[in-house]
């Protein structure tokens, strides 16, 4: 899931070929959360891939899938990692077994997750490397935007498969169910140190600087802290009036996002003890007021 105005009327090729072992294949999922749709890779070399990610279980994905496979120059698919549980992720694994056959998948297993729950998965962990015919996958645990969120670095190119923690457009969204924006800014810091030439991400374009634009994200978050903050300091005020006074350049249709986004940050600030809750009610209608001292300045 992603927000900004420019994921909005984004397309996307349904195949490219974006290095010798990465070809990308799209979801076909386009949506206002979506952008262009899911990106899906072919990784390898080899006869057999690794499919990192299975879309959303659109009818019109498979074709493109097949047609990927003929540009990449493979017969079948090896094994499934997956980046975590949303559902435009997982939500192709079925049909791509009805017509492949069982091929295994595998998961980091988020909390009361098991193979009990998920008798179709097989667990992935953090630091756990996987292995096909011309590339090597490191599963790397980044928690914040879904708790059961991997990246996978591919050592061969040291290149990252970001999955929904760094976008080709717009930023990720912090779900207020499994959600959390502290860990999400540790995980941002923990991919900067794997230093991604390039980042292949599940939705947008390729990008080709990848630290860089990691740094963009951590700076992003902390300038809307910064505004909350700010916005704050001239009163207390409930989300949705801070979304309208912080979020003017973003489209209305995006403010519900944008609320996820700033009740995110607040859950942070209270915890850090720098925002309270001055009468508290259901989230939208929960006033927060400054809770430092000097709260007369951001
Ligand atoms: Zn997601």
């Known amino acids: 899931m992603a927000i900004g105005d420019n994921m909005i009327g984004l397309t996307r090729p349904e195949v490219e070929v974006w290095s010798p072992r990465v070809v990308v294949v799209l979801g076909m999922n386009p949506s206002l959360f979506t952008g262009p749709g899911t990106n899906t890779f072919l990784v390898g070399t080899g006869p057999r891939r690794i499919l990192v990610d299975t879309g959303q279980g659109v009818e019109a994905y498979l074709p493109v899938l097949e047609r990927a496979m003929e540009t990449a120059g493979c017969e079948g698919i090896e094994q499934i990692l997956l980046t975590h549980g949303h559902v435009d992720h997982i939500g192709g694994l079925a049909q791509i077994r009805a017509r492949f056959g069982p091929i295994p998948a595998r998961k980091l297993f988020g909390p009361g997750e098991d193979t009990a729950a998920h008798p179709e998965l097989r667990p992935l962990a953090d630091g756990d490397r996987v292995e096909t015919e011309g590339a090597t996958l490191r599963a790397v645990h980044t928690p914040g935007h879904a708790p059961d969120h991997l990246c996978f670095v591919l050592e061969e190119e040291e290149a990252l498969f ?14 207020s169910e499994g959600g959390d924006l502290a860990l999400y800014l540790r995980s941002l810091t923990r991919l900067i140190g794997e230093a991604p030439s390039r980042i292949y991400p599940a939705h947008g374009p390729r990008i080709d600087d990848g630290v860089a634009r990691i ?3 951590l700076d992003h978050r902390m300038e809307r802290e910064r505004q909350i903050l700010g916005a704050l300091a001239h009163g207390p005020a409930p989300i949705p009036e801070l979304v309208a006074r912080i979020y003017v350049d973003v489209p209305r249709a995006l403010h519900a996002a944008a609320a996820h986004s700033v009740a995110a940050h607040l859950t942070k600030l209270e915890r850090e003890g720098r925002v309270r809750r001055l009468r508290p009610g259901p989230p939208l209608e929960t006033t927060w007021e400054r809770a430092e001292k000097s709260a007369g300045a951001p």
Not at 164 to 171: K, P, R, S
């Open 215 to 217: 740094r963009q994200y």
């Open 162 to 175: 970001s999955g929904d923690n760094v976008l080709g457009v717009g930023t990720t969204v912090i779900p």
